[in-house]
């Protein structure tokens, strides 16, 4: 079972890891796969996404690592310590990607089975504007709103590591009790995307439409703008049921 989770998580990174795709390169972006409530696998730090190998993902405990988010005085060193020990290999000299601690926290919600973060150029390129949270939750189109759901988590820029997954774990408790539904898509000011899903598939559905989405609120500036849907079609789209159909088979 795990081997088939390795396996897949291997080819969602690749894929979000080829050149085309334009979403991560070098050692940027990280992925990981829940193998079951209390481990998961994730890319160790520096590798790299397009060229990488079952090998280079490393199983990791999920409790230690979350007991960081409650311990106001841990350090870099503490960081670091924990997510070394957290390793089911304690051996295994390499260090696990530094946003070990948010997809621990993410994989407190059952419903995400497989994670990936990518730096994608056109939703970087809002995300590091003077518009960046009006732009990216500005829906497009409707598969805009049927892949990434009618509005996704906005976390402004804080320092990544602990403090990022501290601020990640808050925003999406703020926004399932404000919206209603897990969100499928979390984007970071001035850093990148976050798509959390049930399948590879999701994951690379959703990363490819908010960058395709973002690339298309970039173009429109040259056409005097976005125009985003109005929060009454927004509304609409999510309720109709042949949408729920098409987001079924997506
Ligand atoms: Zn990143």
Redesign the pocket.
């Known amino acids: 079972m795990s081997k088939q989770i390795l396996e897949q998580l291997t080819s969602m990174s690749r894929f979000l890891g080829q050149p085309e795709h334009h979403l991560a390169i070098l050692g ?3 992925t990981s796969a829940r193998i079951d409530d209390a481990h998961f696998y994730i890319k160790a730090s520096g590798t790299t996404l397009q060229t990488i190998q079952n090998t280079d993902f490393l199983c990791v405990r999920m409790e230690p690592v979350l007991s960081l988010l409650d311990n106001p005085s841990a350090t870099d060193e503490d960081v670091i310590q924990t997510l070394q020990s957290a390793k089911t290999d304690v051996h295994d000299k390499r260090m696990p990607s530094v ?1 070990t601690i948010l997809h621990a926290v993410l994989y407190q919600y059952p419903q995400y089975m497989f994670i990936g ?3 994608p150029i056109f939703v970087n390129s809002i995300l590091c504007s003077q518009k960046a949270e009006e732009y990216i939750q500005g829906r497009t189109c409707p598969d805009h709103i049927v892949v990434l759901g009618r509005k996704s988590v906005f976390v402004p820029y804080v320092d ?1 590591g602990l403090t990022l997954a501290r601020v990640v774990r808050d925003k999406v408790k703020e926004f399932i009790a404000s919206e209603g539904f897990l969100p499928k898509a979390i984007f ?1 000011e001035n ?2 995307l976050i798509a959390m899903g049930p399948s590879p598939s999701k994951v690379q559905a959703i990363t490819c439409m908010a960058e395709k989405c973002a690339k298309i609120v970039v173009g429109s500036a040259v056409c005097g703008g976005p125009k985003f849907l109005s929060d009454a079609a927004v509304r609409r789209i999510d309720t109709r049921p042949d949408e729920h159909y098409r987001q079924k088979l997506l």
């Open positions: 940027e972006g990280n946003e973060h990518t730096h990544p970071m850093h990148g």
